[in-house]
């Protein structure tokens, strides 16, 4: 079983910017894509962004434009680079990997955005 550790949230200013990072415990070539969900208060999760073994990503509305997702296949590592912040994006930030039908999470990261 894969071990997937997020590190990069903390607090925040509406209109500020954090940078989440998962580190997978092998190599992240394997699986057949890697993302972000997240989960907020009294709500269920939701994806965030994707991004396929082949480079292509998706995007959840809400983020377009503001969210970039990244890989580094040397370091085993995928980014989200959050930008222009907004309160409605606070949440539990959840790494996920996914090959064939198993899907991997990690244990999650808090994102507050507040003033």
């Known amino acids: 079983q894969v071990q997937l550790v997020e590190s990069g949230g903390g607090l925040v200013q509406p209109g500020g910017s954090l940078r989440l990072s998962c580190e997978a415990s092998?190599?992240?070539?394997?699986?057949?894509?890697m993302g972000w969900f997240r989960q907020g208060p009294g709500k269920q999760r939701q994806l965030v962004a994707l991004?396929?073994?082949?480079?292509?990503?998706n995007y959840a509305d809400a983020v377009k434009g503001r969210f970039t997702i990244s890989r580094d296949n040397a370091k085993n590592t995928v980014l989200l680079q959050m930008n222009i912040l907004k309160v409605e994006d606070t949440a539990v930030y959840y790494c996920?990997?996914?090959?064939?039908?198993?899907?991997?999470w990690g244990q999650g990261t808090q994102v507050t955005v507040s003033s």
């Open positions: 092998e190599s992240i070539l394997s699986f057949d894509a």
């Open positions: 996920y990997a996914v090959r064939g039908p198993q899907p991997s």
């Open positions: 991004i396929t073994n082949f480079g292509g990503t």
